[in-house]
C-alpha cells in the first residue's frame, strides 16, 4: 500500500508565506513526477506545480514566481513553499505522485487526502 501525507496548511494573512510538505511511505520502488494541485469551493481541481525526478518544473502561471516545487528524493517527499499569497490561493491542496512499486512495474498515480489553505485578513 502507497500513503501521500500532506501538511503545513493553515491560515494566513495576504501577503504571508506556507510551506507546504507531502510525505510518500509504504511499497515504494521509484517516484517519477510529484505535484501540487489545487480545488477552490465550486471550482475544478487545477494544477499548482509539478516537479520530475530529474528536477525539471511547471508551474501554473498564476503561481509563478511566488511558489517553488521542490523534492527530497531520499526522503520521498516533496515541498511547495508558497511565498506572497493571496486570498485567491485559497483552496484545498492535494499531493500526488506518479511512481512503481516494483523494479519495472506499472506506473500508478496516487493522491493525497488534501490540506486547507487559506488566505485572509
Known amino acids: 500500500q502507497v500513503q501521500l501525507v500532506e501538511s503545513g496548511g493553515g491560515l494566513v494573512q495576504p501577503g504571508g508565506s506556507l510551506r507546504l510538505s507531502c510525505a510518500a511511505s509504504g511499497s515504494i520502488f521509484s517516484i517519477n513526477a510529484m505535484g501540487w494541485y489545487r480545488q477552490a469551493p465550486g471550482k475544478q481541481r487545477e494544477l499548482v506545480a509539478r516537479?520530475?525526478?530529474?528536477?525539471?518544473?511547471n508551474y501554473a502561471d498564476s503561481v509563478k514566481g511566488r511558489f517553488t516545487i521542490s523534492r527530497d528524493n531520499a526522503k520521498n517527499t516533496c515541498y511547495l513553499q508558497m511565498n506572497s499569497l493571496k486570498p485567491e490561493d485559497t483552496a484545498v491542496y492535494y499531493c500526488?505522485?506518479?511512481?512503481?512499486?516494483?523494479?519495472?512495474?506499472?506506473?500508478?498515480?496516487?493522491w493525497g487526502q488534501g490540506t486547507q489553505v487559506t488566505v485572509s485578513s
Open positions: 500526488n505522485a506518479v511512481l512503481r512499486q516494483s523494479h519495472g512495474g506499472t506506473l500508478r498515480l496516487y
Open positions: 516537479i520530475t525526478s530529474g528536477g525539471s518544473t
